[in-house]
């Protein structure tokens, strides 16, 4: 609170009188003492927003305090609730634990999270700070003034959080578009990873009270999921009714705790005379289960307008099973399907019908055999949708005709969810590679990074056979355009050419394209011959060093090595040789370097490393872990045994899977955790060998047939 009057006191003090506090959670109230001097900033309302730090880091702070500001009256006329303390603190704090925390009217951040130097950070350092200052600011309403009782509860407080920061961001940078370019990336996709497993659990369950209880509620299911519940609701209530009830819940609820029922209950009288929603029942099925369903869509045989649709719980390991912990609702659904197809294409004002728990069937007015049909509209729903193999075609056919007749986070949904069925069993990856042909003429960076994110699998599976060279060919080629237009010149860059920019060179290089390789070869070799690698950015390190030593030889390599040894290379850059030396494609330096990790005590890592990011470190890391393993097991005990079932990552033969389960029978006298690891890491053996005979032949032959014509870069 403000300082009211100072006085003295005893020779050399000071006695200070704040103005009284209000009503609040205790987990809320901070006390800052520190030398610190600060920059202010006025709101429409006269209310001063402030950020402290020390004197000679402050004008760092500049951006975050003028966002802060910014936001403070964004969040006001959204709701029509002001802000209502009279002052509003950001203080920059060094090695602060969290990113942010929401002290009311006294907001605490580590300071690297929120400072930004333009001309001097990237743009994603402006993205980060704006992002984080935007979430602690909407915490203002959302956790301060209106609380969740327990922590239960939490997605009350972080999940609409998480979404409100988006509309914060979106109002202060308009050219970031982070609705349609940052949202699934950073907050969808990460989310439904996390909850397509058995092991994952409800956003409301009971919370304990040890602390190690509490902390475990604060997880990606809380802020990533409930942000995406939330875009959800204001789907398929509108934004208006939504607003309409979010200002009633935190009117009705000032000062006080709430549960979700006070949410739901506030949105449904909000919405009453409109369309009259339960929103509790609807939100329900979404709150009190785990997980999320997979809506499959298919089109009568008789009826081209007419499709059926079905839900299913959707589990990316089609063996797994949800826990029996948390209790459920049969994992059936309310899911408000959004819906167009090829000659209406209506994304603005979808169809609309609600799934209610169970398969539905949809007239799709218009609708032609020739048409392709497109659900879940601007992936707004939380939910995968599945098409049968025809529409699949048809929706590749109109990204590679005019991909922009489809909207880009529609774009990304196809990329994400055809990729992520695949990798569940429940479609062919070709399905998922012919969306990806249209490719080379995409410009915006969802879809390209969705595609980044979804390549793991296909890469590890593809890179020790023959049809590697065609996938690398392939990609190469459709990478090129986007590379070649962007290059390595980051000045004067905004946030999503700097994204694009940023993927264009990890994939061009990472994928053998001439040019970029030669780029990194240029700045690795200026820092051999000068001992200065100025010219080498932070955020390109990795890749840099990895390719120079990949497409190098011996000297490469040991330049790394003497780097990595020096007692005068900054500890980042000795993170990144640390990897990077295992990039190697030489078999020797492959072997050199995992016996250095061995006698430096690093061999774990070293294994892991050649495993991951050598072309040729499979078979070589894999026997020298089997020659070595007792020795690795003096070393690190039961962490050598997880180190042999990682392993498993890779491996896709029946061959494998034999050498796997023969080193398990030599070793049988392992721990029970050590045993119980191999049987998990020998399931997935088993489904890599799966997804080899659905996908091999078919993508190998695609793969050869799309690269026949293509000119390598």
Same mark, same amino acid.
Request: with cysteine; hydrophobic share 35%.
């Given at each position: 609170?403000?300082?009211?009057?100072?006085?003295?006191?005893?020779?050399?003090?000071?006695?200070?009188?704040?103005?009284? %506090?209000?009503?609040?959670?205790?987990?809320?109230?901070?006390?800052?003492?520190? +030398?610190?001097?600060?920059?202010?900033?006025? %709101?429409?309302?006269?209310?001063?927003?402030?950020?402290?730090?020390?004197?000679?880091?402050?004008?760092?702070?500049?951006?975050?305090?003028?966002?802060?500001?910014?936001?403070?009256?964004?969040?006001?006329?959204?709701?029509?609730?002001?802000?209502?303390? #009279?002052?509003?603190?950001?203080?920059?704090?060094?090695?602060?634990?969290?990113?942010?925390?929401?002290?009311?009217?006294?907001?605490?951040?580590?300071?690297?999270?929120?400072?930004?130097?333009?001309?001097?950070?990237?743009?994603?350092?402006?993205?980060?700070?704006?992002?984080?200052?935007?979430?602690?600011?909407?915490?203002?309403?959302?956790?301060?003034?209106?609380?969740?009782?327990?922590?239960?509860?939490?997605?009350?407080?972080?999940?609409?959080?998480?979404?409100?920061?988006?509309?914060?961001?979106?109002?202060?940078?308009?050219?970031?578009?982070?609705?349609?370019?940052?949202?699934?990336?950073?907050?969808?996709?990460?989310?439904?990873?996390?909850?397509?497993?058995?092991?994952?659990?409800?956003?409301?369950?009971?919370?304990?009270?040890?602390?190690n209880e509490i902390l475990a509620a604060f997880d990606?299911?809380?802020?990533?999921?409930?942000?995406?519940?939330?875009?959800?609701?204001?789907?398929?209530? %509108?934004?208006?009714?939504?607003?309409?009830?979010?200002?009633?819940?935190?009117?009705?609820?000032?000062?006080?705790?709430?549960?979700?029922?006070?949410?739901?209950e506030a949105l449904t009288e909000a919405d009453s005379?409109?369309?009259?929603?339960?929103?509790?029942?609807?939100?329900?099925?979404?709150?009190?289960?785990?997980?999320?369903?997979?809506?499959?869509?298919?089109?009568?045989? +008789?009826?081209?307008?007419?499709?059926?649709?079905?839900?299913?719980?959707?589990?990316?390991?089609?063996?797994?099973?949800?826990?029996?912990?948390?209790?459920?609702?049969?994992?059936?659904?309310?899911?408000?399907?959004?819906?167009?197809?090829?000659?209406?294409?209506?994304?603005?004002? #979808?169809?609309?019908?609600?799934?209610?728990?169970?398969?539905?069937?949809?007239?799709?007015?218009?609708?032609?055999?020739?048409?392709?049909?497109?659900?879940?509209?601007?992936?707004?729903?939380?939910?995968?949708?599945?098409?049968?193999?025809?529409?699949?075609?048809?929706?590749?056919?109109?990204?590679?005709?005019?991909?922009?007749?489809? #909207?880009?986070?529609?774009?990304?949904?196809?990329? *994400?969810?055809?990729?992520?069925?695949?990798?569940?069993?429940?479609?062919?990856?070709?399905?998922?590679?012919?969306?990806?042909?249209?490719?080379?003429?995409?410009?915006?960076?969802?879809?390209?990074?969705?595609?980044?994110?979804?390549?793991?699998?296909?890469?590890?599976?593809?890179?020790?056979?023959?049809?590697?060279?065609?996938?690398?060919?392939?990609? *190469?080629?459709?990478?090129?355009?986007?590379?070649?237009?962007?290059?390595?010149?980051?000045?004067?860059?905004?946030?999503?050419?700097?994204?694009?920019?940023?993927?264009?060179?990890?994939?061009?290089?990472?994928?053998?394209?001439?040019?970029?390789?030669?780029?990194?070869?240029?700045?690795?070799?200026?820092?051999?011959?000068?001992?200065?690698?100025?010219?080498?950015?932070?955020?390109?390190?990795?890749?840099?060093?990895?390719?120079?030593?990949?497409?190098?030889?011996?000297?490469?390599?040991?330049?790394?090595?003497?780097?990595?040894?020096?007692?005068? %290379?900054?500890?980042?850059?000795?993170?990144?040789?640390?990897?990077?030396?295992?990039?190697?494609?030489?078999?020797?330096?492959?072997?050199?370097?995992?016996?250095?990790?061995?006698?430096?005590?690093?061999?774990?890592?070293?294994?892991?490393?050649?495993?991951?990011? *050598?072309?040729?470190?499979?078979?070589?890391?894999?026997?020298?872990?089997?020659?070595?393993?007792?020795?690795?097991?003096?070393?690190?005990?039961?962490?050598?045994?997880?180190?042999?079932?990682?392993?498993?990552?890779?491996?896709?033969?029946?061959? +494998?899977?034999?050498?796997?389960?023969?080193?398990?029978?030599?070793?049988?006298?392992?721990?029970?955790?050590?045993?119980?690891?191999?049987?998990?890491?020998?399931?997935?053996?088993?489904?890599?060998?799966?997804?080899?005979?659905?996908?091999?032949?078919?993508?190998?032959?695609?793969?050869?047939?799309?690269?026949?014509?293509?000119?390598?870069?």
């Open positions: 609170m403000p300082v009211i009057k100072t006085e003295s006191a005893d020779v050399g003090w000071t006695r200070t009188y704040f103005d009284t %506090t209000p009503t609040m959670s205790s987990y809320i109230i901070a006390l800052v003492i520190a +030398d610190y001097v600060n920059i202010t900033r006025y %709101t429409e309302t006269g209310i001063p927003v402030s950020v402290w730090a020390w004197e000679e880091q402050i004008h760092a702070f500049e951006y975050a305090v003028d966002m802060a500001v910014q936001q403070v009256d964004i969040f006001t006329r959204a709701w029509g609730i002001p802000y209502t303390l #009279p002052k509003l603190d950001h203080v920059a704090i060094p090695n602060f634990y969290f990113s942010g925390m929401e002290n009311w009217g006294v907001v605490l951040y580590r300071d690297t999270r929120i400072s930004y130097e333009p001309g001097i950070d990237t743009p994603y350092q402006a993205q980060r700070s704006n992002s984080l200052v935007s979430h602690e600011v909407a915490h203002q309403w959302f956790g301060d003034i209106v609380t969740c009782e327990w922590w239960d509860h939490t997605w009350l407080n972080e999940g609409i959080t998480s979404f409100v920061e988006f509309i914060g961001t979106n109002h202060t940078e308009p050219d970031w578009h982070v609705f349609e370019q940052i949202f699934q990336w950073s907050v969808l996709y990460p989310a439904m990873n996390a909850d397509s497993t058995g092991n994952s659990h409800p956003i409301v369950y009971s919370v304990g009270t040890t602390s990606i299911l809380a802020y990533q999921k409930g942000a995406c519940l939330t875009q959800m609701m204001i789907d398929f209530l %509108t934004k208006d009714t939504f607003n309409s009830g979010i200002s009633q819940y935190i009117k009705d609820h000032n000062h006080d705790n709430v549960v979700s029922d006070d949410l739901f005379g409109k369309t009259n929603l339960n929103v509790k029942l609807i939100m329900d099925t979404w709150i009190l289960q785990m997980g999320y369903p997979v809506v499959s869509v298919s089109r009568d045989v +008789d009826d081209p307008s007419l499709v059926h649709t079905d839900q299913k719980h959707f589990m990316l390991d089609p063996y797994d099973e949800p826990t029996n912990k948390y209790g459920d609702m049969g994992y059936k659904w309310y899911v408000m399907l959004t819906y167009t197809h090829g000659s209406e294409r209506e994304f603005e004002n #979808p169809g609309r019908t609600w799934q209610n728990r169970g398969p539905v069937s949809i007239q799709l007015n218009g609708a032609t055999a020739d048409d392709w049909f497109l659900f879940n509209i601007h992936q707004a729903g939380y939910y995968r949708v599945k098409y049968e193999n025809e529409n699949w075609n048809k929706l590749a056919a109109q990204l590679v005709e005019d991909h922009k007749v489809i #909207p880009v986070r529609s774009r990304a949904a196809l990329i *994400s969810d055809s990729f992520t069925l695949s990798d569940g069993l429940q479609l062919d990856e070709l399905a998922a590679w012919k969306l990806t042909e249209y490719l080379d003429q995409e410009k915006d960076f969802i879809p390209w990074r969705t595609t980044t994110d979804n390549l793991r699998r296909s890469k590890t599976m593809l890179r020790r056979t023959t049809a590697y060279g065609y996938y690398e060919k392939y990609m *190469s080629h459709q990478i090129s355009p986007l590379y070649n237009d962007l290059g390595w010149d980051f000045t004067l860059d905004d946030l999503l050419n700097y994204l694009n920019r940023i993927i264009g060179i990890n994939l061009a290089c990472s994928h053998g394209h001439s040019d970029c390789v030669d780029e990194c070869k240029r700045q690795y070799t200026h820092w051999m011959n000068t001992g200065n690698n100025s010219m080498i950015r932070d955020d390109t390190k990795a890749v840099v060093y990895c390719i120079s030593i990949r497409y190098g030889g011996e000297a490469e390599w040991q330049f790394a090595m003497d780097m990595f040894e020096s007692k005068t %290379t900054p500890e980042d850059d000795r993170s990144y040789l640390q990897t990077s030396m295992a990039c190697t494609n030489i078999p020797w330096l492959v072997s050199r370097y995992i016996e250095y990790s061995m006698a430096a005590n690093w061999a774990t890592l070293g294994i892991t490393n050649a495993r991951r990011y *050598s072309p040729i470190g499979i078979p070589i890391a894999w026997s020298f872990a089997l020659d070595n393993f007792e020795e690795l097991f003096e070393m690190y005990g039961d962490a050598a045994y997880q180190t042999m079932w990682d392993f498993s990552d890779d491996m896709n033969t029946v061959r +494998d899977k034999n050498e796997f389960e023969m080193f398990a029978r030599a070793h049988s006298d392992m721990s029970e955790n050590a045993a119980s690891n191999f049987y998990d890491a020998l399931h997935k053996i088993d489904l890599n060998i799966m997804w080899m005979d659905r996908n091999y032949q078919a993508l190998y032959l695609w793969f050869q047939e799309m690269t026949k014509d293509m000119t390598s870069y």
